[in-house]
């Protein structure tokens, strides 16, 4: 973690490297998504739909607005020099997102056979328990990628976001 003065970019430049990451992400997304859907045909689809259709909600209760809130106390931090202010807000940032996500992962472990079972989808299992733990990490990440944006600094953010999406495809395909 880095606390001195950190590579700033301007507003447009930080855009540019945001808007290129993004192009790239969705590319490999679609790389990612046309192969899955021969692979897994339509009933894995269906198993994949519905382990989603689970986490979506969970995901974003996990990380709603907290990476926005670490940026912006970051950044006011950083502009007035109080640099012990921004460690301690990285500190409990991280052990806030560390239960939160722990929280959503157990939710989605401990929820998937009553949920399955309500909907009668049993065969989703596998795909919920695989989801599960992606909870946890996306709000570690996300104390990372707040941390860097506060600092207006984007490439780890843009960088995160291409690896994330590479090991999505590689796992998503080979495992």
Known sequence: MRTGKPRSQSFLHGALILTVSMIIVKVIGAVFKIPLNA????????????????YSPLYALATAGF????????SENYTL????DIRMVHRASIRIFFVTGTAGMLIMWLGARPFLSFINNDG????????APTILFTCLNSIYRG????????YPTAMSEIIEALVKLVIGLTG
């Open 39 to 54: 692979v897994i045909e339509e009933t894995g689809m269906g198993y994949f739909n519905t382990a989603y259709a689970f």
């Open 67 to 74: 990476p926005i809130a670490i940026a912006r106390m970051v």
């Open 81 to 84: 020099g109080r640099y012990r």
């Open 124 to 131: 989703a299992f596998p795909a919920m328990m695989m989801l």
């Open 147 to 154: 941390y860097y944006e506060g600092l207006r600094d984007m």
